[in-house]
């Protein structure tokens, strides 16, 4: 996209890459749940990670079908449901479009917006070594980041293998989701591994992660207080304002330990597939 550069006194001009958003209809057995802006791109993972986190389905295979169909106005995921319960789906309908990422957009009481997370399983151990080495993991693999410095990242890291997957996303949320479709898709255990966020840890995230079913969150922005009490009662490891030299713990953090510290080589992750 064309723009025009004012630094130091100085005029220019140049091409600079920015993100796309656009309306994004999400829609249960022909009838529109939710509309949110979005990325376009990863959308079938959006479908099935939106379906995920907001409790439509319990698994992937809950969705018989997914159609993107896109139109000059924006794209429509029509999914048809295996068990469809109309009734539940119109008591969570969404009837507003949402802003980008919105993640609490049409919710309709106060009950709704601070719905209790999935207790998550015990998980496993990570030392401070792995937290950092996961966090600095997926700088290089924000492609469109890179390009646009406009777009949140959410990825699931393995000290075995990595970064397993990295979505992007203008939205925060839409890249949990996204992830968790990606996740879902491919049938990796959440509960062994740790979602590492670059944006705000807000209740939501919280929220779809324990709908995931990881128990350990990193991030490099701060949660807020509201977040810390749901990932604290849904047993979830919460590590944010995570920086070169550090991290802070705020919840469970008898999940990560000094103890057998290894040193963890950044994975080569440049031929990898995300």
């Keep these: 996209m064309h723009r025009e550069i004012w630094r130091d006194g100085l005029h220019s001009s140049s091409e600079r890459p920015v993100p796309e958003e656009t309306p994004v209809a999400v829609v249960y057995d022909g009838s529109t749940y939710a509309v949110m802006m979005a990325t376009p791109e990863d959308l079938e993972d959006f479908a099935i990670g939106f379906s995920l986190t907001e409790g439509v389905v319990r698994s992937a295979a809950d969705i018989k079908s997914v159609d993107l169909v896109r139109s000059h106005n924006g ?9 469809s319960d109309s009734r539940r789906l119109s008591e969570r309908r969404r009837h507003i479009a ?15 917006s601070v719905r209790p997370a999935e207790i998550v399983g015990e998980g496993r151990k990570f030392t401070p070594r792995q937290i950092m080495v996961a966090m600095q993991s997926i700088l290089p693999l924000q492609k469109l980041n890179i390009e646009t410095r406009a777009v949140h990242a959410a990825a699931f890291w393995q000290s075995s293998c990595g970064v397993v997957a990295l979505r992007e996303d203008v939205g925060r949320h839409n890249a949990l989701d996204k992830l968790a479709g990606a996740l879902s898709r491919d049938g990796v255990a959440a509960n062994d591994g740790i979602v590492v966020l670059t944006s705000r840890v807000s209740v939501e995230m919280v929220q779809k992660t324990s709908m995931i079913g990881a128990s350990v969150i990193v991030s490099v922005s701060a949660p807020t207080a509201l977040a ?7 047993g979830i490891t919460l590590a944010a304002i995570a920086r070169a030299d550090g991290f802070e713990v705020f919840t469970r953090g008898d999940r990560i330990s000094s103890d057998h510290l290894a040193d963890v080589d950044l994975p080569d992750t440049s031929h990898r597939n995300l």
Excluded: K
Aim: charge should be negative; include cysteine.
């Design 75 to 83: 794209v429509e995921l029509r999914m048809w449901l295996a068990h």
């Design 98 to 112: 949402g802003p980008t990422g919105c993640g609490l957009c049409g919710i309709e009481s106060l009950a709704e």
């Design 228 to 234: 810390v009490r749901v990932a604290d009662h849904a």
